[in-house]
């Protein structure tokens, strides 16, 4: 009996309800803030990604995903335990005696992520500042006081 075909892994950055995945970060963000991921648990949520709506057997999940015949049905509990309170409880489905299925809809075209805030040196204006800080000790050029 030839084995199935591996199911395809969603790599892109991509929308999940209200919440931005980005695989190659490992990270969730969302209303409640960024979230890490570790990167099992990521690829079982970026197969469901890939065939939102379509129901995936526990063994194509592992098989995908850990490339284990046997053994992996405690990971797979896990990743789907950790994803359900990362996107919420209702977004992935348990279909009895089948698998399971991610209820959100899924938009791949996700172009920035999340944008990144502009560095502490540049939003702080003057030569004032950076010298402060190397007076406290905080500075890249920090300055220590000797004691006489």
């Known amino acids: 009996m030839p084995a199935d075909p591996a199911p395809p892994i969603l790599r892109t950055a991509f929308k999940v309800g209200d919440r931005a995945a980005v695989p190659g970060r490992n990270r969730i963000l969302g209303p409640g803030g960024e979230i890490h991921l570790e990167p099992r648990v990521m690829d079982v949520l970026c197969v469901l990604a890939a065939q939102p709506g379509e129901v995936m057997s526990r063994e194509s999940l592992i098989g ?3 490339a284990v015949q046997f053994g992996g049905d ?5 990743a789907i335990s950790i994803l359900r309170k990362a996107l919420g409880a209702d977004a992935i ?3 009895a005696k089948r698998g399971y299925r ?4 899924v938009d791949p075209h996700l ?13 702080q204006s003057g030569a ?7 007076l406290k000790g905080r500075g890249p050029n920090r300055v220590f006081p000797v004691a006489s």
């Open 64 to 66: 995908a995903v850990w």
């Open 74 to 78: 405690e990971s797979l509990t896990r």
């Open 93 to 95: 489905e348990t279909i």
């Open 102 to 105: 991610l209820a959100r809809a």
């Open 111 to 123: 172009v920035e992520a999340s944008p990144r805030p502009a560095p502490v040196a540049a939003r």
């Open 128 to 134: 004032g500042h950076s010298q402060a800080l190397r």
